[in-house]
C-alpha cells in the first residue's frame, strides 16, 4: 500500500482530494466539521514536511453548474480554524487562475480550489479535465473515502498521471486497515452485526461476509422476513414477502459455512408506527395483528449481549430499531454500549454505513468503539466485497 509516509513532501506541492461535502447552515456556516477536522493529519503532515498542499473537493450536487450556495468558499474560514494555517481559495479547479494560484504558492500553505462539481466533467470521469487537475501538483494524495467508490475525474482517473507519485492519505489508510481487520485479519470469534430496515439492500454484504464471520447478529426491521421464513407471525411488522426465499437461503448457507446466526427473540411491538404508539413486549414470532415490531425486546438483548462479550472482532452497520423514536430507541442504545464493553476489554469494533453513524454519534458511542468510518455509500460496497475504483487508482 502507498501511504502518506512513503513520501517527503519538502518543496512539493501536495495534490490532495479531500471529503469536504460538510453541512451547511442558511448563514453559509459549518455546523459539522468531522470531514474537515479528519483530512487534517494528511494535511499537516506535507506542512510538516515542508510541502504546500493543494486541496480539492466536491460540495453537494451542483450538477456540472456553478452554484453561489454550493460554493466551497463558504468553508475557507472553518479550513483555517481546524488546520491553524490561513487557507487561500481560488474561484475555479482548474484554467489559468487555479495554474497561477497554484505556481504562487509556498511551502507550508494551503490552498483550496473552487467545488469540482461545477464541472460536469468531474463526475463523468472525464480524462481531459483530470489532466487538468493533474497539473496542480507534484504528488497525489486520495484521503477521501466517502467517494472513493466513485469513479470520478479526482478520486479515480487523476491517479493515471501520477504513475510514480500517488498515495492514500492518513484517512483512507485507516478505513482500509478498518474494513481490512473484519474481512482479513481480524482475531476471532468475528462478529457481524446487521440491523436497519430492509433485507434487500443488505443481501450482497451478507452473502460476502458469511466467509469470513464467526457469528451474526441480525437486528432491526429485517428479522421479521427471517422469522415468517421459518414459519413466524409477525402481525403487521415490516417485511419483504418477496424476500422470504432468499432468508431462508441465507440461513442454510450460513449453517454450511458454520456461522452462528442470532436473531430477537422478543420485541418490543406497538399498535403503531408512530413515537406516541401503545407498546407491548411479545415474542418475536407471535405478533398479533395490528402490532408491529419495532425494537429488540430485553431477552433479546441479553443474548445480544454475550455474543457481543465473547467477540474480538466487531462490524457494527445498521440500527437494532426504530432510533429515531425515543420509545424504540433502546435496543440501539444497548448494542452500543455492549460494543463499548466489548471495545474497552480489547476487542475491535468497526462501526460503519449511514444510519449506524447517526446513531452512534447521537448516543455518543463515537470515542467508545475502535473505528467509526467516514464513508457510507464507500462501506457498504467494501463490505459487498468491490473493488473500490479510488483505492484500486492508488494501488496501480
Ligand atoms: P438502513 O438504512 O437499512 O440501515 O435502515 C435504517 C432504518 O431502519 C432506520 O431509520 C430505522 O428506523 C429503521 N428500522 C430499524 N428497525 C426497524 C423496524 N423494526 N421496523 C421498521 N424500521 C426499522
Known sequence: ????????????????????????????????????????????????????????????RPDGKSNADLSLSHIVDAVSDAIGVTVKFVSDCVGEVAKKAVADLKSGEVLLLENLRFHSEEEKGDEAFAEKLSQLGDIYVNDAFGTAHRAHASTTVVAKFFPEAKCFGYLLAKEIEAIDKVMATGEKPVLAILGGAKVSSKITIIENILDKIDDLIIGGGMTYTFIKAQGGKVGDSICEDDKIDLAMEILKQAKEKGVNV????????????????????????????GWQGLDAGPDTLQNFKKVILASKTILWNGPIGVFEMEKF???????????????????????????????????????????VSTGGGAMLESLEGKTLPGIAAILA
Open 1 to 60: 500500500m502507498k501511504v502518506l509516509n512513503d513520501f517527503n513532501f519538502d518543496n512539493k506541492k501536495a495534490l490532495i482530494r479531500v471529503d469536504f461535502n460538510v453541512p451547511l447552515n442558511d448563514k453559509f456556516e459549518v455546523t459539522d466539521n468531522s470531514r474537515i477536522e479528519a483530512a487534517k493529519p494528511t494535511i499537516i503532515k506535507v506542512l510538516e514536511d515542508g510541502g504546500s498542499a493543494v486541496l480539492m473537493s466536491h460540495l453537494g
Open 262 to 289: 442470532h436473531i430477537p427473540v422478543d420485541v418490543i411491538a406497538a399498535d403503531a408506527f408512530d413515537a406516541n404508539a401503545n407498546t407491548q413486549v411479545v415474542d418475536v414470532d407471535k405478533i398479533p395483528d
Open 329 to 371: 430507541a433502546a435496543g440501539t442504545i444497548a448494542i452500543g454500549n455492549y460494543i463499548a464493553e466489548a471495545t474497552k476489554e480489547g476487542s475491535f469494533s468497526l462501526v460503519g454505513g449511514g444510519d449506524s453513524v447517526a446513531a452512534v454519534k447521537q448516543f455518543g458511542f463515537e470515542n467508545k468503539v475502535s473505528y
